[in-house]
């Protein structure tokens, strides 16, 4: 199982980003994908998930900011990133889930994890 993002970058607040996984090695189709994010010094955590129909689920904090998508037929996974914050600085990671925990947005529940992309939001 192979994931690799894309799309990270420097904005400014207010701006917006597109982060994209490639994923291989595995049926894609079949599995559930998540974002999840570190800011510096603190701990991952779940931005937003999505299942192998395409129903996603948001953290909070971001809700009617981001929105997350798949396109199954070219293996990859997408974050549609707006209105970005400063607070939204991190490193940004994808991440695969077969578990049917997969909504509570936990990094335990995935098992498969990509390098991570680094999003830099400025004031």
């Known amino acids: 199982v192979q994931l690799v993002e894309s799309g990270g970058g420097s904005v400014q607040a207010g701006g917006s980003l597109r982060l994209s996984c490639a994923a291989s090695?595995?049926?894609?189709?079949?599995?559930?994908m998540g974002w999840f994010r570190q800011p510096p010094g603190k701990e991952r955590e779940g931005v937003a998930a999505?299942?192998?129909?395409?129903?996603?689920t948001y953290a909070d904090s971001v809700k009617g900011r981001f929105t997350i998508s798949r396109d199954n037929a070219k293996n990859t996974l997408y974050l549609q990133m707006n209105s970005l914050k400063p607070e939204d600085t991190a490193m940004y990671y994808c991440?695969?889930?077969?578990?049917?925990?997969?909504?509570?947005?936990?990094?335990?529940?995935?098992?498969?994890w990509g390098q991570g992309t680094q999003v830099t939001v400025s004031s």
């Open positions: 090695g595995y049926t894609y189709s079949r599995y559930h």
């Open positions: 999505i299942d192998t129909d395409g129903t996603g």
């Open positions: 991440a695969a889930s077969g578990s049917r925990a997969w909504t509570l947005l936990l990094p335990w529940a995935y098992g498969n």
